[in-house]
């Protein structure tokens, strides 16, 4: 079959087809293990309602648990760590990879960085920036930071040395080098670095809101698992899940705006 051979590009309508296919199969598993009665099921309502309660409960997580201002809140929150740490991880990524006495002083930090697990974090900016809104931006930043400066790094790493070459016999400076050459040709994949870094920010930031947070995703979900409803985490989660999407695919279209000459999807 075409479907086992190797790198094989396959038509669009069966990429669709076996990509829905996981995510039909697991709503029906889903609406197997809860359909019925309460004492019926096979999982508990308490352990996972549902599909019908959980879009039942979209009403009150819009209007008791304030789901737009929460969900701006959140947005505001991923941007702007995002920015700050964006600002220090891209310079530093880029001096870092063009010059090796920048790389042999903070390749041990970023080391350590590296290996840290991010919920370790939490409780670090706390100690450090308090339970208010700049604990949050900060360990976004950090975070953000964390996950990209590896990735900048070997961006430039991937430039062929072939151009600086050709661009010192041209008479090129250092400055020149770096900013024409190597920061030039690897902006796509620096790019895609803060694209995919964008996507995994929503996972951070329920890590950010868990604690000492009156508003945001994060904060609805604790209260839900603490004070119900249980249908409200699910509907959280989902909501998640479509805004992330929906901005990976503006950072997409934008990649096909400013790198036409490189595949975006």
Do not use: C
């Amino acid at each position: 079959m075409s479907l086992w051979k190797i790198r094989r590009p396959i038509p669009p309508a069966r990429i669709w087809l076996l990509g829905a296919l996981p995510i039909v199969l697991s709503l029906g598993l889903w609406y197997l293990l809860t359909h019925g009665a309460a004492e019926d099921r096979v999982l508990s309502p308490v352990i996972l309602p549902s599909p019908g309660e959980v879009l039942g409960s979209f009403p009150s997580l819009w209007f008791e648990r304030a789901l737009s201002r929460s969900l701006i809140t959140s947005f505001l929150r991923v941007l702007v760590g995002f920015a700050v740490g964006a600002l220090v991880a891209v310079p530093l990524g880029i001096f870092m990879a063009s010059f090796e006495s920048v790389r042999a002083a903070f390749r041990p930090l970023t080391t350590v960085f590296g290996y840290l697990p991010i919920p370790t974090l939490v409780p670090l900016t706390l100690s450090l920036f308090g339970t208010g809104e700049l604990q949050k931006v900060m360990f976004l930043a950090i975070a953000f930071f964390v996950y990209l400066i590896p990735l900048v790094v070997k961006a430039i790493d991937d430039v062929d040395s072939v151009y600086l070459q050709t661009a010192f016999t041209l008479g090129a400076s250092a400055p020149q080098a770096v900013r024409r050459v190597l920061v030039a040709i690897a902006w796509p994949d620096i790019f895609q670095a803060l694209r995919n870094g964008f996507g995994v920010g929503w996972g951070y930031i329920l890590l950010a809101e868990m604690v000492a947070a009156e508003t945001g995703l994060g904060n609805i979900i604790i209260t839900s698992q603490r004070r119900g409803p249980r249908e409200h985490i699910y509907l959280v989660l989902v909501v998640i899940t479509l805004v992330a999407f929906l901005t990976d695919r503006a950072w997409g279209w934008a990649g096909r705006r400013f790198f036409p000459y490189r595949e975006a999807k």
